[in-house]
Structures are given as C-alpha cells and as structure tokens.
C-alpha cells in the first residue's frame, strides 16, 4: 500500500478527540490534521464578514489560507457555533474535502472531525469514535478555555457551555450532508471515567493490534 495509515478519530464537541489524535499521531509518527480548524477558520471569516453563519460561506473554503487557519481566535465558543452553521452547507464541505484527502497522501496521517470515517476517508486503516457525557465534555470544554470551576457563577457557566454543545451536537448529527455518525467499523471508546493517558492507552493498543 502507497503511505502509510490513515486514521480516523471522530466524535462529538470536547470529547476529547483532538488530545487524543495529536497524541496517537505523535506515537506513531504520523502528520495530524485538526480539520475542525478549517470549519472555524470559515465560520471566522463569515462572522467577519458580518454574514449570518447561514448564509452562502464557500467562498471562505475555497480560499481558505494558512494564515486563516493560524488565527488565535478560533477556539471561541461563538466561533465553534459559527463553524457548525457553516458546516452544514453541502459547497462549504465540497470545498474542503480534497484537502483533507490530500493531506493523507503522502505518509498517512491522524485526522479528528465528524465524518473522517464515514465520508472522507470511509476505508481508515483504523476508525475510532471518541464520545463522553455531554456533563463531562462541558466541564472538560470550560476547564479548557480557562474556567475556574470554584469560581462564584461557575456551575451556571459549565451549564451553558452544555447547552451549547449539546446544540451543536445535535445540529451536526442531524443535518443532510455528512452528518456525525459512528461508523459501522468504528471503535467506540466511552471516556467519561477515563484520564486523557488512559485513552491513549486504549487507543495505541487498538491501532496497534488493527495495523499488524
Ligand atoms: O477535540 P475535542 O473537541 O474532542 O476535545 P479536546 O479539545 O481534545 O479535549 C477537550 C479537553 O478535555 C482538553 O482540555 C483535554 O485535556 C481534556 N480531556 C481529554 O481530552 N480526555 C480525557 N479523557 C479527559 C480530559
Ligand atoms: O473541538 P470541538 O469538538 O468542539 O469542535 P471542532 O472539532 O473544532 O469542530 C467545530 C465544528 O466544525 C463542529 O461542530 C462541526 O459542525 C464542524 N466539523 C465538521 O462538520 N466536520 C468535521 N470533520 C470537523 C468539524
């Protein structure tokens, strides 16, 4: 086979894919591609352009530079809502398709998204499917971008930040064009109780035991 493996990490908003592809594709010396950046960077230059999210945004995709993609203020929670609405337009993923294919050419590559295993690379040598409780992944999303959790007014902010993901989740599960789904040959790997070394773990075992 031309390169080496490709592998799929997909799931739902702050599971934890990202930690985890990163870390997989540094065990394994393989390239890594966050292709949520690319939905952002869209979702950024829309807000930008003072455009609803909903409104035509592949023009974004299909300009999309390094520069987009290496803008500081991508994680913001506004900018995720943004890249889900962007997201569900049928040119916006068109555009960004190729990219992404083109990425794992060379020397195979970790990817984490939604529809890495499904639709953009329905033949992964391995597919995982990183999910946890939408309590846990908003704890894990605020404790992220900084939230003190013994902060006065943090139960209520750990509360919306659910509401937000779980909005997105079921936005990006539920639309017509490459919706969020676990692949029929995906291992699913449940990480409410589990720590990020722990999930690796799991992970390395699987890829190693798929790719012998
Ligand atoms: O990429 P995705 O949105 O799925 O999640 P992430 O940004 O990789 O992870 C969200 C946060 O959860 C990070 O701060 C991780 O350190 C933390 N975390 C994790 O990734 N895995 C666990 N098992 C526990 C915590
Ligand atoms: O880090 P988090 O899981 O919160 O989000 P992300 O992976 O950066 O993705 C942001 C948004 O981009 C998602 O809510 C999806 O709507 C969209 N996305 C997608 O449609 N397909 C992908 N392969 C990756 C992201």
């Known amino acids: 086979k031309q390169g080496g493996p490709v592998i799929a ?9 990202g930690t985890l592809a990163k870390r997989l594709a540094a065990a394994l010396s393989l390239p890594y591609l966050d292709t949520g950046l690319l939905y952002r960077a869209v979702g950024r230059l829309a807000l930008d352009a003072g455009q609803d999210p909903a409104a035509p945004a592949a023009h974004f995709a299909e300009t999309l530079t390094p520069e987009d993609l290496a803008r500081k203020d991508l994680r913001a929670p506004e900018v995720a809502a943004a890249a889900s609405k962007v997201a569900a337009q049928p040119a916006v993923r068109q555009a960004l398709v190729e990219t992404q294919r083109r990425f794992a050419a060379a020397q195979g590559a970790v ?4 529809d890495i295993g499904t ?8 597919k995982l499917f990183i999910t946890a409780s939408p309590a846990t992944r908003a704890l894990r999303r ?8 013994t ?4 139960a209520a902010q750990i509360a919306e930040m659910e509401d ?5 989740d079921a936005a990006d599960a539920g639309r017509d064009v490459a919706p969020m789904q676990v692949a029929a040959d995906a291992q699913i790997i449940e990480t409410d109780s589990l720590t990020a070394d722990e999930v690796l773990a ?3 075992a699987y890829t190693r035991q798929r790719l012998d």
């Open 202 to 204: 799991l992970a390395l």
């Open 142 to 149: 605020f404790l992220q971008l900084g939230g003190d959790q």
């Open 9 to 17: 990490v997909d799931g739902p908003a702050a599971a934890g894919k």
């Open 111 to 114: 990817l984490d998204g939604r």
């Open 164 to 168: 937000a993901l779980k909005t997105r």
């Open 151 to 154: 902060a006065p007014g943090a």
């Open 119 to 126: 639709v953009i690379f329905p033949h992964a040598d391995v």
